[in-house]
């Protein structure tokens, strides 16, 4: 099972964040094999973090919440909220197997947040930007709560524009890179 984790930063959490640094990545180490995309996101000028994106497969929603709530951001309290559903890789590949590379370009997580029966949930016709596409679900995967998507785009509103208009009762597009230890 797929799921969707974005840990939100509490204001100020910068240092503390930074100095849990070494132990979020070994705790994400521990993950490799799951973890389909990670990284962070970032103020508009690309300089702070503003919260963590993970998307693992695993075994059970009570997998998944262990995974959220035991990461050690999250028990230091670097977080200020977590958003944990499960997830449906409409890709079917990981950020490592995107055809654009790790480097070039800006990219953006954008979240969907939904109201109706569905949306978008179909890749769009143009995927050569896509990093990853899917559904946000309930436990069960048998609501449609949302969509989740990693994308290169040139600016914001592009990003914004893969989701379509109306069934959203809000989109956010947040300023997302690659993360992981630096090679």
């Known amino acids: 099972m797929e799921f969707f984790c974005y840990h939100r930063d509490r204001p100020d959490s910068v240092a503390l964040r930074h100095e849990l640094l070494e132990e979020h990545w070994s705790y994400m180490d521990r993950y490799q094999k799951e973890m389909i995309a990670r ?27 262990e995974f959220a709530f035991e990461e050690p951001g999250y028990q230091a309290g670097v977080y200020r909220d977590v958003l944990l559903r499960r997830w449906r890789n409409m890709l079917g590949r990981t950020m490592w197997d995107f055809p654009g ?23 769009p016709a143009k995927r050569d930007e896509l990093i990853a596409y899917g559904p946000l679900l309930s436990d069960d995967g048998t609501t449609w ?39």
């Open 39 to 65: 990284g962070p996101t970032l103020t508009s000028d690309g300089d702070i973090p503003t919260g963590s994106v993970h998307i693992v497969d695993l075994p059970d929603p009570a997998a998944a919440r």
């Open 101 to 123: 590379g790790r480097t070039g370009g800006n990219r953006y997580l954008v979240l969907g947040l939904g109201t109706s029966r569905g949306a978008d949930l179909a890749v």
């Open 145 to 183: 709560l949302g969509t989740a998507v990693l994308v290169r785009a040139p600016d914001p509103e592009t990003a914004r524009a893969v989701l379509t208009l109306g069934p959203y009762a809000d989109i956010e597009v947040h300023n997302w890179q690659f993360g992981g230890r630096p090679s």
